[in-house]
């Protein structure tokens, strides 16, 4: 069985601000990937960054990068230089085959 | 657009009918996912397929609940004697696979959803 705990309900950030997501997990399987995925109002889901658990280095795709924790079990985002269309709901996901999901992370972004 | 797509897009349906969605995945892709979203929280997984076989089912998927995915391409979900409590958000996703059974999913590219409401 795995869990994934987002313990932060909401986040706020002024824009070109940095701001970091937490999330937590456990799992039994010995591989397995982390994603970070957003969902704007009413839209679909959208793959931020892919996490391989056996790769020590953090992942990063331009404004984004992760802190992987492995042994804390630990999977936070960092959004740099945040913009207006970063506002969305953050979903942090792990799992080898089907994905495991928290409840989300809603980010809002202030002018 | 060669996403991930979902018909229909919203279902409004009265308890005991029977409703039906279905999702194209993106073509390379042989590993279909269904997942249910509610209000608030994150999507929980239903069932998965590589190709036509369907490999995993989540406790969630109760008996009124069937999925298929004939010729491994467009898959379809079918809930049978709808409940006011299957309202929701039901997503598909699909993920490349390169190699055997037992290789991991790669990332997963979800459709739209379709919006269901029983009322």
């Known amino acids: 069985a795995q869990t994934v705990t987002q313990s932060q309900p909401e986040m706020s950030v002024q824009e070109a601000e940095t701001v970091t997501l937490s999330c937590t997990y456990d799992?039994?399987?010995?591989?397995?990937?982390l994603f970070w995925y957003k969902q704007p109002p009413s839209r679909q889901m959208i793959l931020v960054i892919r996490q391989e658990a056996y790769k020590q280095q953090n992942a990063t795709e331009n404004r984004f990068s992760v802190n992987f924790q492995k042994a804390a079990k630990s999977f936070s985002l960092k959004i740099s230089d945040s913009q207006l269309g970063d506002a969305a709901m953050y979903f942090c996901?792990?799992?080898?085959?089907?994905?495991?999901f928290g409840k989300g992370t809603k980010l809002s972004v202030i002018p | 657009d060669t996403g991930v797509s979902q018909d229909p897009r919203h279902k409004i349906t009265k308890r005991g009918q029977n409703v039906t969605f279905r999702c194209d995945p993106i073509?390379?892709?042989?590993?279909l996912y269904w997942y249910r979203q509610t209000l608030g929280q994150g999507p929980e997984f239903l069932t998965y397929?590589?190709?036509?076989?369907?490999?995993?089912k989540s406790r969630l998927l109760s008996d009124r609940f069937s999925a298929e995915r004939p010729k491994g391409s467009f898959s379809t979900l079918e809930i049978q004697r709808t409940e006011q409590g299957d309202s929701a958000m039901y997503l598909c996703a699909s993920s490349p696979v390169r190699g055997g059974e037992r290789v991991l999913s790669y990332e997963q590219y979800f459709g739209p959803g379709t919006r269901l409401t029983v009322t």
């Open positions: 799992t039994s399987e010995s591989d397995y990937y």
């Open positions: 996901g792990a799992g080898s085959y089907q994905l495991t």
């Open positions: 397929f590589q190709n036509e076989a369907q490999l995993e």
């Open positions: 073509s390379e892709h042989n590993r």
